[in-house]
């Protein structure tokens, strides 16, 4: 998503040759949606791996509505007809025949998860699809869906500071034998390090309108990730590879997708699979940055109702 939309200006450029180097450094695994642009990170993505197909898996996303091009606020549509229009669009910009993972980006209250879940089911029997996932469902969802056609992934928020998955996600998720995919596991840049106030970020910008990094959320939030910043320097490595290293530590089943638009992070995010964190290191973490310890929503509260908790 950072390559189009959301922090700053696109650069068709680096970004090409930072997904070119991820794959010469052992990365394989993208992520992108319909919504992201809308439509023109698809179009990146099928420009970069058109002529790799075979080294990549590519996962994207459909389910929310669209008019003339442009995407209708917060507004979900995950009719069947909609889903099938939505993957023959994400086809032909992503260059392909088939979309290894097709996640739907966010519950839709007005069509029953059977539905979703048996329409994916018949793009899998046509090759269309090969795998199924959910962005942000809930166990109910969750459960309602794999019963219908198994889910492979839950794509949801996941990180040192936004642990909502951990008391009845997480347990579920292991129940079903579903992984689970954390966008956003470095805060939105925050646990980073390299962050500014919201009012500092320009017009346009994600982090401007994000609560974690407004007024005194922000003061609040910076001496939580102490802690990372602490252990990063202890080490000897980016507190953003503290992040991502805790968080790989958390399971097996866990894949984390850290978005970049910059060669340098891509090859610094992948190494934090090298570090390997002590248990006093990750108790530490834990509780510096448990729940309570955190200030402000991980959304706009217009952004929260489409989470589907």
């Known amino acids: 998503m950072p390559m189009s939309q959301s922090y700053g200006p696109a650069d068709e450029k ?3 040759a930072a997904l070119h180097r991820a794959i010469e450094i052992g990365c394989n695994f993208f992520d992108t949606a319909q ?3 809308p439509f023109t990170n ?4 099928g420009l970069a791996f058109h002529d790799r197909r ?3 898996i590519i996962a994207t996303k459909f389910g929310f509505r669209f008019r003339e091009g442009k995407q209708v606020g917060t507004e979900r549509d995950s009719r069947p007809e909609n889903i099938r229009e939505a993957v023959e669009g994400s086809l032909i910009r992503l260059r392909t025949d088939y979309i290894d993972l097709l996640y739907q980006h966010r519950v839709d209250p007005n069509v029953p998860m059977e539905d979703v879940a048996g329409t994916v089911g018949e793009l899998v029997k ?14 109910a969802n969750i459960r309602r869906a794999h019963a219908i056609l198994p889910v492979s992934a839950l794509q949801s928020e996941y990180s040192l500071w936004e642990r ?28 980073t390090g390299a962050v500014k106030r919201a009012e500092e970020y320009p017009e346009g910008d994600f982090r401007r309108n994000d609560p974690r990094y407004q007024g005194r959320n922000f003061d609040d939030n910076r001496k939580a990730a102490k802690a990372v910043f602490d252990i990063a320097t202890a ?24 978005g970049t638009k910059h060669l340098k992070y891509v090859e610094e995010n992948m190494a934090a699979s090298a570090i390997r964190l002590e248990p006093a290191q990750m108790k530490l973490l834990d509780d510096a940055m448990q729940p309570g310890k955190i200030s402000g929503n991980r959304y706009t509260d217009r952004m929260m109702t489409t989470i589907d908790r």
């Open 126 to 139: 046509e090759g269309k699809v090969r795998y199924f996932g959910l962005s942000e469902a809930g166990n």
């Open 42 to 45: 698809e179009k990146l993505l």
């Open 235 to 258: 080490i000897n490595v980016k507190p953003a590879q503290v992040a991502l290293a805790w968080i790989l530590q958390k399971g097996d089943f866990i894949v984390p997708i850290p």
């Open 54 to 56: 075979d080294k990549v």
């Open 164 to 191: 909502n998955l951990e008391p009845e996600i997480i347990p579920v998720l292991l129940e079903l034998g579903i992984g689970l995919v954390p966008f956003s596991p470095l805060g939105r840049g925050f646990l």
């Open 35 to 37: 919504v992201y642009g």
């Open 14 to 16: 680096e970004s090409i």
